[in-house]
């Protein structure tokens, strides 16, 4: 079983960047491969970015691309998303997602979710 937390969503203007952070529980943090996805008002749940749990494989979204960066900390049990030149179509709910054996861009492939946390960009 893995808990996930976010933290570090807010209001920000455009251009501006933000920090997303993921705390996991649990000591086999290390062995999963972990996701970020949103979800705006309206629309569906959308894949943006994800790690493997080494960290050696990382894939994006290509509205994010050259913008926000994956990254994570095993020893801290934390994986990150940096987020810079933000638009107002990133405004959104953001989730992390944990999944197991092998890295993937599908939603319905994770195993594990945070309660999100929400991103505002005003124009």
């Known amino acids: 079983q893995v808990q996930l937390v976010e933290s570090g969503g807010g209001l920000v203007q455009a251009g501006g960047s933000l920090r997303l952070s993921c705390a996991a529980s649990g000591r086999t943090f290390s062995t999963y491969n972990m996701g970020w996805f949103r979800q705006a008002p309206g629309k569906e749940r959308e894949f943006v970015a994800a790690?493997?749990?080494?960290?050696?494989?990382?894939d994006y979204a290509d509205s994010v691309k050259g913008r926000f960066t994956i990254s994570r900390d095993n020893a801290k049990n934390t994986v990150y998303l940096q987020m810079n030149s933000l638009k107002p179509e990133d405004t959104a709910v953001y989730y992390c997602?944990?999944?197991?054996?092998?890295?993937?861009?599908?939603?319905?492939?994770?195993?594990?979710w945070g309660q999100g946390t929400q991103i505002t960009v005003s124009s």
């Open positions: 790690i493997s749990w080494s960290g050696g494989s990382i």
């Open positions: 997602a944990a999944k197991f054996a092998f890295l993937t861009t599908t939603l319905n492939n994770y195993d594990y």
